[in-house]
């Protein structure tokens, strides 16, 4: 769903639509729900999150390798670890709602599908859920 929200709308602070724009064509997805729990889990951490990756589009998710049916075609953030307390950003994000998470070696990958977990290989895993 596009949109074309007034900057008086925008309701979290410490984040902008484009962030989480496609990479490769700029097209957008408005999740206020999902916003609003970014925004809670960012206001918990204290300090900037690094969006690598937010929303793709189906040409850019085929392109980058992601699963057919990612929940990156509506809405999920990869977040740098870097500069992040991985056990901290970890909970603040279980706090704050999410309910899908993959861990990286350099970043979380967070959303709201179902609930589930997996790791990209072992070191990743050992990076996040020994700290
Ligand atoms: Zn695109």
């Given at each position: 769903m ?12 410490d984040f ?73 950003l ?42």
């Open positions: 596009a949109s074309k929200l007034h900057s008086d709308e925008w309701r979290w602070p902008k639509l484009q962030e989480f724009a496609c990479r490769h064509c700029g097209e957008t997805y408005f999740h206020s729900d999902f916003f609003d729990r970014l925004q809670w889990a960012r206001s918990i951490i204290g300090r900037p999150f690094v969006i690598l990756s937010g929303h793709r589009c189906a040409l850019h998710n085929a392109h980058v390798g992601g699963a057919p049916l990612s929940q990156h075609l509506t809405l999920a953030v990869d977040i740098s670890a870097d500069g992040h307390d991985r056990l901290s970890l909970k603040a994000c279980q706090r704050a709602g999410f309910t899908g998470f993959g861990y990286y070696q350099t970043f979380l990958h967070i959303d709201l599908g179902r609930s589930r977990q997996w790791w990209s290989d072992q070191t990743a895993r050992d990076l996040w859920l020994t700290s």
